[in-house]
């Protein structure tokens, strides 16, 4: 049964993960893989008219380059359909190395944990990094075993992997802690000429940046990440304070933003804090250590909440030995009743199960319009916005001004207008976070930067993100600007000519 419930959880993620397209930095990587294909590698910011760090560090450019192609081939249902399916190959590989057998109630609950976390299933280059990750989680067991002719060949596979993940994501590192993980765990029970095939394996994997172009940057740039997650600097504080997905879930759920999934994301979390606490496990060492490595990550962010619940499921729920622990003190304190507590169990995982199934069936009505399936989100992005733009395009010398959920999607659509600002805040420095936050907290300080940089359209989403509400409000005071577009989702303002 245990290859069935594996099957079934990745067909069941496949399942949920079949939703629009919502995250709007999927139109940045378009736009910058296709730059890519007509200009070279970039070296300095080619979309938007404000500074950026120099160099101009693209770390997603493989992950692009086949959003890219896929894109052009099949359009974004392709893109949802793709997406998918890799998130279903990402659930089996993180469930394919579980021994211990996996009962009926411990899979209806990790089904229903993947429906209530679904809209993290998101076509983001954290999809390649989990992907991925599921490599290295399945053959990093195989690299301490004696040394052998498929040795070299696992230790070349996750070279080449790595290789590929440097330039997908800037997650790349975590490929060096799960592997010094494994190794160290080995590390006794090895050889004298086991022991220096690894660490020359770990040596090498550390150098594998190197080998690209912009290596030696490419190696910096997961520390900006870092420092983004820990707020390091003044530009990182401003980032993990102000964005949502860098906040905490404790934060979020405070602040009542998804509120549900929050909330089962930190009871997971202390949960699974719980078991490593007191039982033991059968999986190795260095699985329930990644665990903990994930397990710091997620609570730090709520972006990285994918990072955390596939080793959740399959070492907390499918390798813990939890269940088993139950159902003997129930079978030695009540012998007599240990038959109807194992029955009790199935029936609890089938209304979970059905209860879960029946609400995403419910569910899939919100991916409907009168045009049929959806395959993008269109009130994430300014899709009616865009139509006025392009019909009524700003001259060389006239400057936009957008916020950073759009600036992907001008990018890509309207590639001859140059934006403010983008999703890649990585790029910006505090000074600039600070400003464009202030713009919506302070409506007179943007009249002020108009001015001064010669700002002279500007685009701002209306319901979806209530942070710019209030300078939308301030433009209608405003007898400077007009209004000369507005739709449910976003609103054109325009400096007047006198």
Not at 57 to 69: R, S, T
Request: aromatic letters at 18%; proline letters at 4%.
């Amino acid at each position: 049964m245990n290859c069935f419930y594996k099957i079934s959880f990745a067909f069941a993620v496949a399942a949920f993960a079949l939703f629009p397209l919502t995250d709007t930095d999927v139109w940045w990587h378009l736009a910058s893989a296709r730059n890519y294909l007509e200009h070279g590698l970039a070296q300095d910011d080619p979309f938007c008219w404000t500074p950026s760090r120099s160099p101009w560090i693209n770390v997603h450019l493989y992950f692009q380059l086949a959003l890219y192609g896929i894109y052009k081939m099949l359009g974004t249902g392709g893109l949802v359909l793709v997406k998918s399916f890799l998130w279903g190959i990402v659930a089996f590989l993180w469930v394919l190395p579980v021994q211990k057998r996996i009962s009926f109630c411990t899979f209806s609950v990790a089904i229903f944990f993947a429906f209530v976390f679904r809209y993290a299933l998101e076509c983001r280059p954290i999809l390649a990094t989990m992907t991925f990750l599921g490599i290295f989680w399945n053959v990093l067991p195989r690299l301490l075993r004696p040394i052998s002719f498929r040795w070299f060949l696992w230790a070349f596979l996750l070279l080449g992997v790595e290789w590929i993940w440097v330039r997908s994501q800037g997650l790349f590192p975590l490929g060096f802690v799960m592997s010094a993980c494994a190794i160290f765990f080995a590390w006794k029970e090895r050889q004298k000429g086991e022991r220096f095939a690894l660490t020359t394996f770990f040596v090498l994997l550390l150098l594998v940046p190197l080998l690209h172009s912009q290596g030696f940057w490419l190696w910096r740039y997961p520390f900006a990440l870092l420092d983004r997650l820990m707020g390091g600097s003044s530009s990182a504080q401003i980032f993990a304070a102000e964005i949502a997905e860098n906040r905490s879930p404790l934060t979020l759920l405070l602040n009542g933003e998804n509120a549900l999934s929050m909330l089962v994301l930190l009871l997971t979390i202390l949960f699974s804090g719980w078991i490593i606490l007191t039982q033991k496990f059968r999986s190795e060492n260095f699985r329930v250590t990644w665990l903990l490595v994930v397990l710091f990550l997620a609570i730090s962010a709520e972006r990285n909440l994918t990072l955390f619940f596939f080793p959740f499921v399959s070492v907390i729920l499918f390798e813990s030995r939890f269940p088993v622990n139950f159902q003997k003190f129930n079978a030695n304190s009540f012998s007599k009743k240990s038959e109807q507590i194992s029955s009790g169990r199935s029936a609890l995982g089938m209304l979970l199960l059905a209860f879960t199934l029946g609400f995403f069936g419910r569910s899939l009505a919100a991916y409907r319009n009168e045009n049929g399936w959806m395959t993008v989100s269109e009130n994430r992005v300014p899709a009616k916005a865009l139509i006025y733009m392009q019909s009524h395009p700003l001259s060389e010398n006239q400057k936009l001004f957008n916020d950073d959920r759009s600036g992907g999607y001008l990018e890509f659509f309207l590639p001859q207008t140059k934006t403010f600002v983008d999703g890649r805040f990585i790029l910006k420095d505090s000074t600039f976070m600070a400003n464009y936050l202030e713009f919506a907290r302070e409506p007179q300080t943007f009249f002020s930067a108009a001015d001064s940089f010669g700002i002279s359209r500007a685009l701002l989403p209306i319901r979806q993100i209530p942070l710019w509400q209030k300078l939308d409000s301030a433009f209608g005071k405003n007898s400077v600007w007009k209004n000369i577009y507005r739709d449910d989702f976003y609103a054109i303002w325009e400096r007047k000519i006198f």
